[in-house]
């Protein structure tokens, strides 16, 4: 089936740095892929949506020049955090849709742990 | 009103017990498309199911069974015969056009299973 790979799955950064996670489709063309923050016990919230191509759309309350996604091709979308501060530590996790996979095409990566000291 | 709510924060059963999870939606789409994930302590979603709003037909797959209710909104997941391994936050998600055809999660329910 298909398989999105996500990296780092953890990484501990320095107040101020920049860190870059990656999301690969593996064997799909992923047109589309959704980037969500996940904050401990609670659900995932959607950050924004990557278009390969073209812009990503942010949902409301998410600074786009803090998250700066890239979708530069049809298997990779990167998401990074600049500039990154203790209260960005959190789950991300990335999903790729699969159009020829229907409706059950929604494919999500493991995630990255991200902790910024 | 929340989109998809799972009112069932944390559920401990004992091995063998049967559970069901709630999952209660809103959508003013009459097409919409229902599913259940399943996120392990190491964090990845893994796909359950997926439903769409004109198919009411229950369904089982092994352990796992859901029933889908139109009428009172709900999609609830039932787990029988529990294992340790089932452990687990389980989310139930709404994607709709009224939602801009984006996946809306639940909050999620915490399972434990003891052994």
């Known amino acids: 089936g298909a398989v999105v790979s996500q990296h780092p799955s953890r990484v501990i950064c320095k107040s101020g740095t920049s860190v870059k996670i990656e999301c690969r489709s593996l064997d799909f063309q992923a047109t589309t892929m959704f980037w969500y923050r996940q904050f401990p016990k609670q659900s995932l919230m959607l950050m924004a949506t990557?278009?390969?191509?073209?812009?990503?759309?942010?949902e409301q309350g998410v600074e786009k020049d803090k998250f700066l996604i890239n979708h530069a091709s049809l298997t990779l979308s990167t998401l990074t955090v600049t500039s990154a501060h203790p209260e960005d530590s959190s789950f991300y996790i990335c999903?790729?849709?699969?159009?020829?996979?229907?409706?059950?095409?929604?494919?999500f990566g493991s995630g990255t742990r991200l902790t910024v000291v | 009103a929340q989109k998809v709510t799972q009112a069932q924060t944390e559920i401990s059963v004992v091995e063998k017990e049967d559970v069901t999870l709630d999952c209660v939606y809103e959508?003013?789409?009459?097409?919409?498309?229902l599913f259940w994930y399943k996120q392990p302590p190491s964090g990845e979603l893994v796909f359950l199911i997926r439903r769409n709003s004109f198919d009411e037909q229950n369904e089982i797959s092994g352990r796992y069974s859901w029933n889908f209710q139109k009428s009172t909104s709900s999609f609830n997941f039932t787990i029988t015969a529990s294992q340790v391994v089932d452990s687990a936050v389980y989310f139930c998600a709404l994607r709709s056009t009224e939602y801009g055809n984006k996946l809306v999660f639940g909050a999620g329910t915490i399972l434990r299973v003891k052994s």
């Open positions: 999903s790729a849709r699969d159009v020829h996979a229907g409706l059950n095409g929604y494919t």
């Open positions: 990557s278009n390969e191509g073209s812009k990503a759309t942010y």
């Open positions: 959508t003013r789409d009459t097409t919409y498309y």
